[in-house]
């Protein structure tokens, strides 16, 4: 299976001494015609052989290898050159190597005897599935099952074997990969339109788990836009899917492609009840991309770091409802930069789309074509304001850089001391280093402003909905504020920008 590398779902996947091939996961389908569903009696339940007739021919198993050094005469397998455990097959170390990333249970990691010859040899590297997007030969699979691959052998359900070609670069952030095989007049799969799709209705898969070609799965739909990384939202089923299922397909009752299976949970290495499939109409965008001139995914950025708008905090500073992406830190000279965006905004909209959830930020600035102009609404100091910015290609996001030390002692104020703070004045070079106008440094922190997770060297600039310039300004609100309700603070901590709630002792 996929090892998912999504920030926003840490699946924890926990492999069995039994577990054999290589793990994979499927997903929801699209709704299920009126006259298959089953009645309140359990009556007229689906029929799948016609969908099974339909689309299995254009799904095919794909076979990966990859180029070895070996000992002769040295032990076991997989290039560690150590004895497999009792009972524990080269397949069972392959599931845990490909899948998981682990070493075998009592298998250490060694490497090759400089003492001895290495030779190079083809070697299997893992089982997945695929399906056929055209009649040339062009075929869609998960990423991670042709990654870091040097030879990908295709076999269709007739038993004639290809070598394939992978298009273009895999794109690992939506797991989406394309290969191309030296073939015409093959039969293709139809493509469904994810947005019908409802929870509920009937979906099936067809793959390969653990190498077992052409198996045939069903299920339902058990949520839709299930959020797990930056860029996709998932489809959830409970459709069988085991390791070898990556990269086939979710279909529904019209036999239309709607997905492709990638994730699982679980924590056997086997199939627990729940699977997730990229949804195909972001599969589609992605695989355009690879077939084009580049064969490479483009996506726009706008230089920013985000965090959810958690309900305390929105109601705090009046914006209503958890909503919207919270701009912990602003890249210098991005277009968000650029734009006029600030570190304690609040994105609610962009290009005229709500901004629900800050995972849906990424998604639609990713999916805008760099260069162009789009329209931004942010939320700052208990008002909205519209700006433009001019979106710009994505790139490897840049390390964050620690505040600089303070050149003066805490100055403690009775204002401060009330809500368990004690603050200093930054210096015209700590604020250049920051690249802020104003705000004061924290010198300590204890009490209610320690429980909130302030700590010594954070730099508060803004209080409630008022920005903070000094020691004096700071003390002049603080004095203002109601203790008896909580206090939201807008601080920096390096280049994150953060909101946490000084609350009223108990």
Request: charged share 25%; no cysteine.
């Amino acid at each position: 299976m996929f090892r998912i590398e999504w920030k926003t779902l840490r699946m924890r996947l926990a492999v069995s001494a039994l577990a054999v091939g290589a793990a994979v996961a499927l997903v929801p389908a699209q709704p299920v015609l009126a006259q298959s569903a089953p009645n309140r009696q359990g009556g007229n339940l689906p029929d799948f052989t016609e969908l099974v007739e339909q689309v299995g021919p254009a799904v095919v198993n794909i076979r990966t290898l990859e180029r070895a050094r070996s000992n002769p005469g040295g032990g076991g397998g997989g290039g560690g050159g150590g004895q497999l455990p009792p009972g524990m097959d080269e397949e069972m170390q392959e599931f845990f190597r490909r899948f998981f990333g682990q070493p075998l249970p009592g298998v250490p990691r060694q490497g090759p005897r400089p003492d001895r010859p290495q030779e190079e040899e083809a070697r299997p590297r893992g089982v997945g599935s695929g399906f056929i997007l055209t009649q040339d030969g062009f075929v869609m699979t998960n990423a991670h099952v042709v990654e870091g691959a040097e030879e990908v052998i295709v076999t269709l359900p007739d038993k004639r074997e290809f070598k394939a070609k992978v298009v273009g670069t895999p794109d690992k952030r939506t797991d989406v990969a394309v290969i191309k095989i030296d073939a015409t007049g093959l039969p293709a799969v139809r493509i469904g339109d994810v947005s019908k799709l409802k929870v509920g209705e009937w979906v099936m898969a067809i793959g390969s788990p653990f190498g077992l070609e052409n198996t045939v799965t069903a299920g339902i739909v058990s949520a839709k836009a299930r959020e797990t990384g930056d860029y996709l939202p998932f489809i959830q089923t409970d459709v069988a899917i085991n390791p070898g299922n990556s990269g086939g397909p979710l279909i529904n009752m019209r036999g239309e492609v709607i997905g492709i299976n990638s994730q699982i949970y679980s924590r056997s290495g086997g199939f627990m009840g729940i699977s997730f499939a990229i949804p195909i109409d972001e599969a589609i965008r992605v695989a355009d991309q690879l077939r084009g001139p580049s064969g490479r995914v483009v996506r726009g950025r706008i230089g920013v770091q985000i965090d959810q708008v958690t309900k305390d905090v929105a109601e705090s500073l009046g914006l209503g409802r958890p909503q919207g992406a919270l701009v912990r830190s602003v890249e210098a000279g991005s277009p968000a930069d650029r734009a006029g965006i600030e570190a304690g905004d609040i994105i609610t909209r962009f290009d005229g789309k709500t901004i629900e959830r800050a995972t849906d930020l990424p998604r639609l600035v990713g999916n805008t074509k760099p260069g162009s102009r789009s329209s931004l609404t942010v939320f700052r100091r208990g008002g909205t304001r519209e700006l433009n910015i001019q979106v710009a290609e994505i790139e490897p996001e840049k390390p964050v850089r620690r505040a600089a030390a303070p050149e003066e002692k805490p100055k403690g104020s009775a204002a401060a001391q009330s809500v368990g703070l004690a603050v200093s004045d930054l210096s015209d070079a700590q604020k250049k280093e920051l690249k802020i106008k104003g705000g004061v440094r924290v010198e300590a922190a204890t009490e209610s402003a320690a429980r909130a997770g302030i700590r010594e060297g954070d730099v508060i600039v803004q209080i409630g909905n008022t920005e903070i310039n000094s020691v004096r300004e700071f003390d002049a609100v603080v004095a203002k504020v109601d203790k008896t309700k909580p206090i939201p603070v807008l601080l920096r901590r390096g280049e994150l920008a953060t909101y946490l709630l000084i609350r009223p002792s108990r």
